[in-house]
């Protein structure tokens, strides 16, 4: 997909609930495809771990081409990895339809964030939980989607940490509609109708879908709860 169609089709997904892969059962990959994609879905998150930024490893390359190979829905990768700029052409080539570096790994994302666009895949920017706004606001004009880490990176099954949400509605005001809002980390039942009054659009959803035997119904129900506090706006048409 282009940049633009990504942002069109994920624009008018909202409330796009994203499944982050990381929980699922990778012995059976295929078939949690197939059944993620049967819950109706809008794109995969995948969380792509070093571990050496984040504590933890999880997978690279290979798997997020498997992933291209197994789902025309965008790929939304989150690359938790120290050194991005020596990765971002390789997991465009291998299918990624939106990459997002995080601020605290870079010592400036501007040319990061401008070559991803070039390469024509949207352009994501991640703040941690003790992250500050500040630190992402000179760089929003650079970015299509800024995304709002609810728990410290590393792991799937964490608790929500509430001060995502005064720095989601925080960016909204400064950015108004221009740019994506997206969310990672603890949103479940209990915790997704707030984030989207907090104006996230785009919601990372681990545990909450993996952690059930049943996708659709999960999903399902998120997609619900979100709706009941999405506002929509008008999509963009450039
Ligand atoms: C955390 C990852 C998340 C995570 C989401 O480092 O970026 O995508 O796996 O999982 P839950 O929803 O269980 O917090
Ligand atoms: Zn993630």
């Known amino acids: 997909m282009t940049i633009s169609e990504t942002i069109a089709h994920l624009r008018g997904s909202i409330p796009a609930v994203l499944p982050s892969l990381l929980m ?82 870079v010592h400036d994302p501007r040319p990061l964030l401008r070559e991803i666009r070039a390469i024509g895949a949207m352009a ?10 500040s630190a992402v606001r000179p760089y929003l004009k650079d970015c299509d989607l800024v995304l709002v880490m609810s728990v410290n990176p590393g792991f799937g099954g964490q608790k929500f940490d509430r001060r995502a949400l005064d720095k989601l509605a925080e960016l909204r005001s400064l950015a108004g509609d221009e740019l994506l809002l997206e969310i990672d980390g ?32 999960s999903t399902r129900r998120l997609v619900e709860l979100a709706s009941s506090k999405t506002t929509r706006s008008p999509q963009r048409t450039c």
């Open 24 to 105: 699922c059962d990778f012995g059976q990959l295929a078939n949690e495809v197939r059944r993620i994609e049967a819950a109706g879905v809008p794109g995969l998150h995948l969380d792509v771990m070093d571990g050496h930024f984040v504590p933890n490893l999880s997978y690279g390359l290979p798997l997020v081409e498997a992933f291209r190979r197994m789902t025309t829905l965008p790929l939304d990768v989150h690359l938790m990895i120290s050194n991005p700029a020596q990765y971002i052409e390789r997991y465009r080539e291998a299918g990624a339809d939106s990459m997002t570096i995080h601020v605290e790994a």
């Open 124 to 133: 994501g920017l991640a703040l941690n939980p003790d992250t500050p706004v």
């Open 186 to 217: 603890g949103v479940n039942d209990a915790t997704i109708a707030d984030c989207c009054a907090a104006g996230a659009q785009l919601l990372v959803v681990g545990s909450a879908i993996f952690g059930t035997s049943d996708y659709l119904a």
